[in-house]
């Protein structure tokens, strides 16, 4: 909401002290940026990990660390040292290969303040360990380069159940339970942002837990799945010899995605984490003529670095 033409005099005569407090009443504008949008743990040559950020009065709130994360953060413009907290959807390998690579990184920059780090079990022996394997790096830089101790700046908190997670002055982070098979817990999040809500749905089959946490949501960044495509992609996966009864109990083929939408009452769907993500390649209008006949609102085919 705007305050109506400001004039040279105006500011001149004091009306940049109204201005300033125009501004300052306004709600911080949250960024989401997809940093990486191929699902599956294979690297994709079109698309990156699964991974977002969303970046609030220049706070980073990381949801799920994909191969390259770091990489992906410094390309889009957030800098490392802006994390504040982590957040694991569910530990496949695809959204935690670089969880503790993306903190060791950014220490090696310049990250100094603590991160806070959110997820299933075994979140905490996944630090314990990471750090274990790294001492000898991690120490050499210490005494070398004059760092602080990096354990020191990590705080895993481990999830069973949703509910609230995590509450800061900049977000409220809220998590549902969703169903992604054998993989068990398995969350997606809620953000409410002073300015929005967003939703990340995490690797889900359609769950009746991820509507109700989405209802009325600004955004739901949503996984999604090409029917059409998973004999073909799954007939070049030879050593995953269950893989297709896997994909279609485990996620969301692209209608699902739309009518979950729909259920919620999302003003816009953003489509994520594709499967197939790679080969073959399918377009952005195949994934939207999916969708489309099941959701009215404003659909986007996400890409990586992609921001909204």
Known sequence: MGIGKVTRRGVLGGGAALVTASAMAQPAKSRLILLGTGGGPTPKPNRGAPAQVIVVN????VIDCGNGVARQMVLAGVPLAAIRKVFITHQHSDHNADYGNLIWLAWAGSLTSRVETFGPPPLKEMTRLFLEMNDYDIRTRIADEGRPPLKDLIAPHEITTGGLVAQDANVR?????????????????????PDRSIVISGDTRPSENLIRLAKGADVLVHEV?????????????????????????????????????????????VLSHFVPGGAPIIS???????????FAGNLVVGHDLMEL
């Not at 982070?173 to 942002?193: S, W």
């Not at 952005?284 to 099941?294: E, F, I, L, S, T």
Request: glycine residues 8%; proline residues 4%; hydrophobic residues 45%.
């Open 58 to 61: 220049g706070a980073a709130y």
């Open 173 to 193: 982070v809220t998590a549902a339970l969703v169903d992604h098979g054998a993989v068990k817990p398995a969350f997606a999040y809620r953000f409410d942002c």
């Open 225 to 269: 799945m090409y029917g059409p495509a998973i004999d073909r992609m799954v007939g070049a996966e030879t050593n995953a010899k269950t893989l297709r009864e896997h994909l279609l109990s485990s996620h969301t083929l692209a209608q699902d995605v739309g009518r979950v939408a729909t259920e919620a009452g999302v003003k816009t769907l």
């Open 284 to 294: 952005d209008a195949d994934w939207a003529a999916a969708v489309r006949p099941h």
